[in-house]
């Protein structure tokens, strides 16, 4: 009885090319060749730019309007954020609004461009841009202050409609 139970059944035994797996080489190459004559899209960066479309997650950037970010320093972007790149601090103003970001910094390198600061801001004021360049020889160039973050409404209005839109 126990003899029974060890004996393997198999349902069907590989033949000598399956075992030499000739057959899926085959189709491997067959696959190959075909993709060899699909015409290419080769773009030559650096004289051909992409034109990224308006749902395009390039890097963050505040949003500037008359001269004064929208931002209200809430620090939801900064909550929501999985790689923990924000880091948000708040201050008092005269203004209309209560408060503003003293500090605004985003770590470009801990960024990993999700969007959900851009979902959860209620002022619309962190979005993500259509600027896609990013490189760095230093990491203390990658901490983007207010003065790298900060562009006027003008500059983002395609993908501040595109949300508008799409939400």
Do not use: H, W
């Not at 880091?87 to 390198?109: H, S």
Request: glycine share 4%; hydrophobic share 35%.
């Amino acid at each position: 009885m126990s003899e029974e139970k060890s004996a393997i059944i198999r349902k069907k035994d590989l033949s000598l090319l399956e075992r030499m797996y000739i057959p899926e080489i085959v189709k491997g190459m067959k696959l190959t060749i075909s993709q060899m004559f699909t015409p290419t899209f080769t773009t030559q960066y650096p004289d051909e730019r992409f034109q990224p479309p308006a749902s395009f997650r390039g890097r963050p950037v505040l949003v500037e309007e008359n001269g004064v970010e929208r931002c209200v320093a809430c620090g939801l972007c900064s909550r929501v954020c999985p790689a923990l790149a924000i880091e948000v601090q708040a201050g008092e103003t005269d203004l209309g609004k209560e408060r503003y970001p003293e500090k605004f910094e985003i770590n470009m390198i801990r960024c990993i461009f999700c969007g959900f600061c851009e979902e959860v801001c209620p002022e619309e004021a962190i979005i993500m841009s259509q600027e896609y360049e990013l490189a760095f020889t230093k990491p203390q160039d990658a901490l983007f202050g207010k003065d790298k973050l900060l562009v006027p409404i003008e500059k983002v209005q395609t993908r501040l409609d595109f949300l508008r839109t799409n939400r």
